[in-house]
C-alpha cells in the first residue's frame, strides 16, 4: 500500500504544493540549472515521502519540476533516486542532516546535560532527542541520537518483543514487514491529521450543485490502517488479548487433572 494518495489530497499538501510554485515560480529547477526555461507541471519530494514522511511538508524538501524531467529522477520500476535527484539530494545533504540533526561538538571537559537526576533527554526539535548514558562519567563525549522510526527499526522492534513473548518464527518475517510498513504508514497521517488540526469532514458540491459533508479521505485511511494494524498485531500475537487466546489455545490442548496423570502413566510405560 503506497503512502501518497491520500497525502496528496489533503489541504496541507495543496497548500504548500501552490507555496512552492510560486516561490520557483512556476518553472522547472533542474532545466533552470541548465539554463533552460520549463514550465513546472508537478512538485518532487528530494527526500522521498514513502521513506522520510516527516520531510513531506518541508520546503527545501521539495522543487517544481516537469514531468518529463522528473521521470529522470526515478528508477520506474523500483522508484528509487536515481541520476539527477541523488544530485539533489547532495545539494541538501546540510539541510538532511539539520532537521535530523548531529552530534553537539563537545570539549574534552564538557559534560552534556546538567546534573545528575536532570532527565536523560534534551530536546532537539521536530520530536527528537540525544539519549544520554546513564554513567555520569560517560555523560563526556559521544551522546547517542535517538532516530525517527522506520519500516526497519519498527520490524526490528517488533521481532524483538516477539522474541521476548516466545511467539517468534523466522517464518513470520513477511508478516512482521507488511505491519512495520503500515505502522510507518500510520503515524506519517496521523502528523498530517494533526497538521490539519485533526478535521474529519469535508464539504463537497456534485455537478447538480448539492453541498454535502463527508469524512475526509485522511480519516478513512486512518480508521482502515487502525483496523489492519490490529488484524496483524493479532496474527502476531502483540496485544494482550492475541496474547492471551494464545495462551489458552496451547492449555486446552495440554491435559489436565485425570487426563493428566494418565497420559503421564501412559507415557512413562511406553518408554
Excluded at 546540510?94 to 545528575?116: D, Q
Excluded at 511467539?167 to 502528523?191: G, H, T, W
Amino acid at each position: 500500500m503506497k503512502t501518497s494518495k491520500p497525502f496528496y489530497k489533503s489541504k496541507s499538501w495543496l497548500r504548500k504544493r501552490e507555496r512552492i510554485l510560486r516561490r520557483d515560480g512556476y518553472m522547472c529547477q533542474e532545466s533552470r540549472r541548465f539554463g533552460r526555461t520549463k514550465p513546472a507541471e508537478m512538485i518532487h519530494h528530494i527526500y522521498p515521502l514513502e521513506e522520510y514522511p516527516e520531510l513531506a511538508l518541508e520546503d527545501w524538501n521539495l522543487i517544481s519540476l516537469a514531468n518529463n524531467v522528473h521521470n529522470t529522477f526515478h528508477d520506474r520500476n523500483s522508484n528509487k533516486i536515481i541520476g539527477r535527484g541523488l544530485y539533489w539530494q547532495k545539494k541538501f545533504r546540510s539541510e538532511f542532516e539539520k532537521f535530523f540533526g548531529a552530534p553537539p561538538h563537545l570539549s574534552k571537559n564538557e559534560t552534556v546535560f546538567g546534573a545528575p537526576g536532570r532527565g536523560s533527554f534534551f530536546p532537539l526539535g521536530r520530536g527528537l532527542s540525544w539519549k544520554l548514558p546513564k554513567s555520569r562519567t560517560d555523560w563526556k563525549g559521544v551522546v547517542l541520537l535517538a532516530r525517527p522510526e522506520t519500516e526497519k527499526s519498527i520490524f526490528n522492534k517488533t521481532k524483538n518483543n516477539m522474541e521476548s513473548l516466545g511467539v517468534y518464527r523466522k517464518e513470520f518475517d513477511p508478516l512482521i514487514e507488511i505491519y512495520a510498513s503500515m505502522m510507518v504508514q500510520y503515524k506519517a497521517y496521523a502528523k498530517m491529521h494533526a497538521d490539519e488540526e485533526f478535521n474529519a469532514t469535508e464539504v463537497t458540491t456534485n455537478s447538480k450543485g448539492v453541498v454535502s459533508e463527508k469524512k475526509s479521505p485522511l480519516v478513512q485511511t486512518l480508521e482502515t490502517l487502525r483496523k489492519d494494524i490490529l488484524s496483524y498485531s493479532d496474527r502476531l500475537c502483540l496485544n494482550p488479548k492475541a496474547l492471551t487466546d494464545d495462551k489458552l489455545k496451547t492449555n486446552k490442548a495440554k491435559p489436565v487433572g485425570l487426563d493428566a496423570f494418565v497420559s503421564q502413566a501412559l507415557g512413562d510405560g511406553s518408554g
